[in-house]
């Protein structure tokens, strides 16, 4: 934390003066070898006591020390930090799946807070917050010098409590505010649904509850289809997960795989090294699978692209992931605090370590940015441009069908329809739909 010494001026007609009071060396400044790590926890000391005894104004020695510890950790890495006992405890409400806030996943870079991403439903994405966003003021203040915890510090307040952040997004040449009203975060972290003969599983994070979600959702969807014979494949979308817990993402890579390793850790020792291998069983009996990501899916979204694409039991769709590849651990502290230390790197199964570089798709599919709406089509350029053999006048009628045969054609085109409109809601996800209908058309 960088610290301004200001010299304050007065007088009013005798001038001005300034003083400044030089104190004794802490440390002599010339020494014939490197300070022992003895030497610099002792000098740490000698200046907790100076600042403890001649701070200008007095000090809390707790928060004091807690600054020295979160300091010492932030300096590693993003993700290393201090938690206070308050922020221990909401962590551990944020892995249960409910808690209060924005909803947004964050991380620092170049001094200022980026959104990871956003989660589905939250408050931060429906007001229009996105992945790869810079937010650098709240409130009108900024969060430049701010270490990560402070700023999240900052974008926390009690529900229904307003919050303005001024955020800096690519391809935007001026900043801009988004206004929030904070909510309570209530996560459903994975949800099913079919289109078409399709399962698509939305997981948008990673805690206690997303296993049990994901398998839940996924046989309800199968039963509802009449087994799993009517259903083409599924669709594991990704997109804006931030991560959480690896336990969680072990389970659902294993929930699609019969054998092999998922991930791998290695951390400073080699013998401290983990490798999780999976167990046999496939939820959905080797059905094909697409894996849709984006610059927001991260950590152990990384780990279950990684580990289904490297097995080559998904086609991974969408744009490159975020690119975190470490695992934190998180070490209790006495009064309930706890130290957030990065521990290992994460390896996919074919040794590939993702850190800084992320995962990328088999096929690359950007999502389409919005365009201008356009003037609507008057009713007689949309008749003519739909215009088909059976609309002319005298035309042959087909005698050939049965009742059950024009009755599949008529299905096979409201579902090309409703295709079709998916293609202008959600271009990924109707692209991945599309390969396991190629899939299919394709299967002898």
């Known amino acids: 934390m960088k610290r301004f010494f200001i010299a304050a001026a007065g007088g009013i007609a005798t001038g001005v003066l300034i003083s400044t009071q030089v104190a004794a060396p802490l440390l002599a400044q010339e020494t014939s070898r490197p300070a022992s790590v003895y030497e610099q926890l002792d000098l740490f000391g000698d200046i907790f006591e100076r600042i403890r005894a001649q701070y ?15 300091g010492m950790l932030t300096s590693l890495d993003p993700h290393s930090s201090y938690l206070s006992p308050d922020d221990a405890a909401n962590m551990r409400v944020q892995t249960r799946g409910e808690f209060g806030g924005l909803g947004i996943e964050v991380t620092q870079e170049d001094g200022f807070v980026k959104v990871v991403s956003p989660m589905d439903g939250t408050p931060a994405a429906e007001a229009g917050v996105e992945a790869g966003d810079f937010i650098t003021h709240v409130d009108g203040e900024s969060l430049l010098g701010l270490t990560l915890d402070d700023a999240v510090e900052m974008m926390r307040g009690p529900v229904g409590s307003e919050i303005v952040i001024t955020v800096v997004r690519e391809g935007q040449a001026d900043p801009f505010d988004i206004s929030i009203i904070r909510d309570t975060i209530k996560l459903t972290a994975a949800r099913a649904r079919t ?127 975020f690119g975190k590849g470490s695992v934190q651990t998180v070490m209790p502290l006495r009064g309930d605090g706890a130290m957030r230390l ?93 390969i396991l209908k190629g899939y299919t058309a394709l299967k002898p």
């Open 195 to 321: 289109e078409g003969k399709t399962v698509v599983l939305r997981v948008t994070t990673f805690n206690d509850q997303t296993y049990p979600n994901l398998e839940e959702g996924l046989k309800k969807e199968i039963e509802a289809a009449g087994g799993i014979d009517n259903v083409n494949g599924v669709v594991l979308d990704l997109r804006n997960n931030p991560g959480g817990l690896l336990t969680q993402a072990i389970k659902v890579s294993d929930a699609f795989l019969d054998k092999g390793e998922i991930v791998s850790t290695r951390g400073r020792n080699p013998e401290d090294g983990e490798r999780y291998n999976a167990t046999e069983g496939d939820l959905i009996d080797g059905k094909p699978m697409v894996v849709l990501i984006n610059g927001g899916s991260a950590s152990a979204s990384e780990i279950v692209s990684g580990a289904l694409q490297d097995h080559r039991r998904a086609v991974v769709v969408g744009t490159k992931s």
């Open 56 to 70: 200008v104004e007095e000090v809390d020695e707790g928060k004091l020390v807690e600054a020295a510890i979160d």
């Open 342 to 434: 990065t521990t290992a790197r994460y390896y996919t199964p074919s040794g590939r370590s993702i850190q800084s570089l992320g995962i990328s798709p088999d096929i690359v599919v950007a999502q389409p940015t919005a365009k201008p709406e356009e003037e609507e089509e008057d009713e007689g350029s949309i008749a003519r441009r739909n215009r088909s053999e059976a609309d002319l006048r005298g035309a042959l009628s087909n005698d050939s069908l049965s009742e059950d045969e024009i009755r599949q054609i008529e299905d096979e085109q409201e579902q090309a329809e409703q295709a079709a409109k998916l293609r202008d809601e959600d271009y990924q996800l109707a692209y991945a739909i599309d």
